[in-house]
């Protein structure tokens, strides 16, 4: 008789499965708080030695407030949520380690590959292994050449379709932040702004753009999970946009000068595609003496805290 065609083939015993810690596979067995940590800000985001300082330092943070971390990363074709020192080493160190999106998890898989997850990539493997709270620095949007490039992160409709808490500094500050407002709104991604009635610009503590709801503390956060629970609608993001402290923030005079060259610059070299944010962040970089991202720094660490905090008073529900 003929074989199914479409039929899967039956698949190897332990092939590509996602492998969770002992310290994260029993806080999901007793269900104690849990925050997702991306690695891409420690493998690509920061120079060594301070990138492996930083990835300590947020899992401690996370620790501190009462949850346990979850930094997530795909090594020898192996996607993990939760690493072990060695592991958060590796990630920090190894010059091979790629850069993957959610479109690249199986490849990396399939081929034994080591990469750091991006935000897409992130937020899709802590959801599928039951994680409800992400922090990260900024999102990635809409570009401002969109009419012409259609350049758009995969951080959008990955988060369109995914139901996690993302606790963020906004959207990247290079990025068409209107744009990316009214795309989220039309994907049905829910955004909050935590203590503020303005989307945070990354960088800065303000964009100038409104947001519709504000909430004020981590409880109010955790009881808007649980109404979205209840209404059990389509799975989507839900995103916490945390405002970089104004006394961390980048000079916004500063800000806007470096960012006008930043983009001229990359029209000048002819830059497209996935090269443009890291060009663009780069440059900025470069031009305020290192100040964009200390900044980055900043916002990365209050998001962390925040998070935390939102992870234990969803576990009290």
């Not at 937020?123 to 409800?132: D, K, N, V």
């Not at 497209?272 to 962040?281: C, I, N, S």
């Not at 900025?284 to 290192?290: A, D, N, Q, S, V």
Request: hydrophobic share 40%; aromatic share 4%; net charge negative.
């Amino acid at each position: 008789m003929p074989q199914n065609p479409s039929a899967r083939p039956p698949r190897e015993a332990g092939s590509h499965p996602t492998v969770l810690s002992e310290e994260v596979r029993e806080a999901l067995e007793e269900q104690r708080p849990l925050v997702a940590l991306e690695s891409t800000i420690i493998s690509h985001g920061l120079p060594r030695p301070r990138n492996l300082e930083t990835a300590r330092e947020l899992e401690e943070l996370v620790r501190k407030a009462g949850a346990t971390p979850a930094t997530i990363a795909v090594l020898d074709g192996r996607a993990h949520v939760g690493l072990s020192a060695d592991q958060l080493e590796r990630v920090a160190e190894d010059p091979g380690m790629r850069k993957l999106g959610h479109r690249d998890l199986a490849p990396a898989l399939a081929l034994g590959a080591s990469g750091a997850t991006t935000v897409s990539a992130t937020a899709f493997l802590a959801a599928r292994s039951g994680l409800e709270v992400f922090a990260t620095g900024g999102l990635g949007g809409v570009h401002r050449a969109w009419t012409t490039t259609q350049d758009e992160s995969a951080d959008l409709r990955l988060l369109a379709r995914t139901g996690i808490t993302v606790v963020c500094a906004g959207v990247k500050s290079i990025l068409d932040v209107p744009a990316t407002l009214q795309r989220l709104e039309t994907l049905g991604v829910g955004v909050l702004g935590y203590g503020t009635d303005r989307f945070p610009g990354f960088y800065l503590s303000s964009s100038g753009e409104p947001v519709d709801w504000t909430v004020r503390t981590p409880r109010e956060v955790a009881a808007v999970i649980r109404a979205r629970r209840e209404l059990d609608g389509p799975p989507s993001a839900l995103i916490v946009a945390n405002p970089v402290p104004e006394d961390e923030q980048l000079d916004p005079t500063l800000h806007d000068r470096a960012l006008t060259g930043a983009l001229e610059a990359c029209r000048e070299h002819g830059v497209t595609g996935q090269a443009v944010t890291p060009f663009l962040l780069e440059h900025l970089t470069r031009e305020t003496g290192g100040a964009s991202l200390e900044a980055n720094l900043a916002a990365v660490r209050g998001n962390v805290r925040l998070a935390a905090l939102i992870a234990v008073e969803w576990a009290r529900w």
